[in-house]
T-cell receptor
Framework: GENVEQHPSTLSVQEGDSAVIKCTYS??????FPWYKQELGKGPQLIID?????GEKKDQRIAVTLNKTAKHFSLHITETQPEDSAVYFC?????????????FGTGTRLQVTL | NAGVTQTPKFQVLKTGQSMTLQCAQD?????MSWYRQDPGMGLRLIHY???????DQGEVPNGYNVSRSTTEDFPLRLLSAAPSQTSVYFC?????????FGQGTRLTVV
């Protein structure tokens, strides 16, 4: 089955700096890669996703890049703000679609300090 | 929209007790799943369902049962609680891409 590794497990940055979280996956058939943000006491929420036919996707201050050859993808957050502090999870699945299981990474706790 | 609703939010059980964690969604999603979240281990899939009447095991199914009699509901049953089942449990339902998670149930087994 799919295995997703995520690094680092914790990340502390100063407000205004950039943050990068990296994930690798093992199943070469995976082609859908979402990122979730989990705030304290809440369930994860989707913040951005990318499909394998795209190398990069941006949404305001967040971006995701995908390297299918190397089987890794990354989340980039620019101009970090205190409200970016949360746990971030990457995930992978074989396809978008209701029958596809999502396999999650182990999470990165991001702390943005003032 | 309510999205995904989980109850209860908190629960303390004694070893050997049984209980059911409730999950309901109002988005008419066929795919629903249960995860447990433990420190340093991310979200691990317990059971999932691709539609009413269809369930299957995930990565860590032992000690848990599920059923799916309707599209809306997907309860998770702990048959005989053990301290190793102390965790935060999340129910999720999924459309074509995005998975929507409930608020979680924090379960402690003493």
């Amino acid at each position: 089955g799919e295995n997703v590794e995520q690094h680092p497990s914790t990340l502390s940055v100063q407000e205004g700096d950039s943050a990068v979280i990296k994930c690798t996956y093992s199943d070469s058939a995976s082609n859908y890669f979402p990122w979730y943000k989990q705030e304290l006491g809440k369930g994860p929420q989707l913040i951005i996703d990318i499909r394998s036919n795209v190398g990069e996707k941006k949404d305001q201050r967040i971006a995701v890049t995908l390297n299918k050859t190397a089987k890794h993808f990354s989340l980039h957050i620019t101009e970090t703000q205190p409200e970016d502090s949360a746990v971030y999870f990457c995930a992978a699945s074989r396809s978008p679609g209701t029958a596809s299981k999502l396999t999650f990474g182990t999470g990165t706790r991001l702390q943005v300090t003032l | 929209n309510a999205g995904v609703t989980q109850t209860p939010k908190f629960q303390v059980l004694k070893t050997g007790q049984s209980m059911t964690l409730q999950c309901a969604q109002d988005m008419n999603h066929e795919y629903m799943s249960w995860y447990r979240q433990d420190p340093g281990m991310g979200l691990r899939l317990i059971h999932y369902s691709v539609g009413a009447g269809i369930t299957d095991q995930g990565e860590v199914p032992n000690g848990y049962n599920v059923s799916r009699s309707t599209t809306e509901d997907f309860p998770l049953r702990l048959l005989s609680a053990a301290p190793s089942q102390t965790s935060v449990y999340f129910c999720a339902s999924r459309g074509y891409t995005e998975a929507f998670f409930g608020q979680g149930t924090r379960l402690t087994v003493v």
